[in-house]
C-alpha cells in the first residue's frame, strides 16, 4: 500500500527566510509526486509535479521541491518565503498508471512578517 | 490551462432534503473525476472515483446509496447528497484528470461548502 507522510502539522518561519515542507513517500515501482497548496475555504491548486527526470523539480510561485529516491523524499522549498505562501500544503504520490492518488495529512505554513 | 469548477460554491439546506454539486472541466476533457470530503483541519477523503459512463467507485465506509455520484460527460460530474444531515456539513473538493494522462494529474475544483441545518 501507498502512504504519503508530512512530518510536521505546522512550520513557521519569517519572511524572508527560506523554507521548507517535508514530504516522505512509499509507493511500489517508480513514484510520481506532487505538491498542492490549498488557501482557506478554496480547493487544491498545483504547485509542481516529479514525473521523471531531474531531481530539482522548479514549480508556480517560486517554489521547488527536491526528488530524493534514496531517502525517499520530496521535500517542497523556497529560498525567500512571503507572508503570502501562508496556506496549507499537501504532498501527493502514486505509482503510475491510473493509480489511486495519494495525499500526505498536509503542513500548514506560517510566514511571519 | 486545466480548469475544473464546482457549483454551487457553498450551500446551506435543511436536514432531510438532497442537494446536487457539480463539477465541471472547462477546458479538457476528464477521463477521470474524484470526489473528496474535507474536514476542518484535515486531509482530503477520496469518497469515490467515477469515469465517464460507467459506475463510480466508491472508498471503504462511504455510502454509495447517500452520496450518489454520476459521470455522464466526459466534462460534467454531479455529486448528490441525498437525505441530508448535519453530519454530512463538510467541504466537498472534485478533481479530474486529463484524458489519457497516464501520470494522472489531477486538476481541483474550488471546492463546495455544505451546511446542513
Known amino acids: 500500500a501507498q502512504s504519503v507522510a508530512q512530518p510536521e502539522d505546522q512550520v513557521n518561519v519569517a519572511e524572508g527566510n527560506p523554507l521548507t515542507v517535508k514530504c516522505t513517500y512509499s509507493?511500489?515501482?517508480?513514484?510520481?509526486l506532487f505538491w498542492y497548496v490549498q488557501y482557506p475555504n478554496r480547493g487544491l491548486q498545483f504547485l509542481l509535479k516529479y514525473i521523471t527526470g531531474d531531481n530539482l523539480v522548479k514549480g508556480s510561485y517560486g517554489f521547488e521541491a527536491e526528488f530524493n529516491k534514496s531517502q525517499t523524499s520530496f521535500h517542497l522549498k523556497k529560498p525567500s518565503a512571503l507572508v503570502s505562501d501562508s496556506a496549507l500544503y499537501f504532498c501527493a504520490a502514486h505509482s503510475g498508471g491510473y493509480q489511486k492518488v495519494t495525499f500526505g495529512t498536509g503542513t500548514k505554513l506560517q510566514v511571519i512578517p | 490551462g486545466a480548469v475544473v469548477s464546482q457549483h454551487p460554491s457553498w450551500v446551506i439546506c435543511k436536514s432531510g432534503t438532497s442537494v446536487k454539486i457539480e463539477c465541471r472541466s472547462l477546458d479538457f476533457q476528464a477521463t477521470t473525476m474524484f470526489w473528496y470530503r474535507q474536514f476542518p483541519k484535515q486531509s482530503l477523503m477520496l469518497m469515490a472515483t467515477s469515469n465517464e459512463g460507467s459506475k463510480a467507485t466508491y472508498e471503504q465506509g462511504v455510502e454509495k446509496d447517500k452520496f450518489l455520484i454520476n459521470h455522464a460527460s466526459l466534462t460534467l460530474s454531479t455529486l448528490t447528497v441525498t437525505s441530508a444531515h448535519p453530519e454530512d456539513s463538510s467541504f466537498y473538493i472534485c478533481s479530474a484528470s486529463k484524458l489519457a494522462e497516464y501520470y494522472n494529474e489531477q486538476f481541483f475544483g474550488p471546492g463546495t461548502r455544505l451546511t446542513v441545518l
Open positions: 509507493v511500489s515501482g517508480n513514484p510520481y
